[in-house]
């Protein structure tokens, strides 16, 4: 279970949290605390509260991957690119797909028992050809 004063403040009026970003030195904490009420409630409620069995790190990437594209976009902006080593070319790719193509990453990737291939080659392998293609220029061919 999360930190009580930490689950306090996430889930405080938008005025409290703003004010508790200046006490923070992670470029994430400063940025959740920024978010609207609702976004910090949902990072609560399915990343903090998450359910038992499901590693958290692995909660909060599905979290991330669920959010609207603003959230996604001011993350990618705020942390990862003012991260001291770039964010990975996948990363950045993931973030900017379709919301269709997020969850299916979710439930075939994240969701999926270890088989004899990876669960990201077997999602890839599944994906429309604009999606391989876009994969392919974006990310292996940028050398992510």
Not at 77 to 96: I, Y
């Amino acid at each position: 279970m999360a930190n009580e004063f930490q689950r306090a403040v996430l889930l405080a009026p938008d005025l409290v949290a703003r004010a508790a970003r200046s006490t923070v030195s992670s470029d994430e904490a400063r940025w959740m605390l920024g978010q609207p009420r609702r976004v910090r409630s949902s990072y609560v409620a399915e990343v903090l509260e998450h359910e038992p069995g499901i590693a958290q790190d692995r909660a909060q990437q599905i979290w991330m991957l669920g959010q609207p594209d603003q959230v996604r976009q001011s993350y990618l902006d705020e942390v990862l690119r003012r991260a001291p080593e770039p964010p990975s070319v996948q990363v950045v790719w993931m973030l900017g797909r379709p919301e269709a193509v997020r969850r299916s990453y979710i439930e075939q990737v994240i969701g999926a028992p270890e088989g004899a291939l990876k669960p990201e080659v077997q999602w890839m392998l599944r994906q429309p050809a604009d999606v391989r293609e876009s994969y392919l220029r974006e990310v292996v061919e940028a050398g992510g």
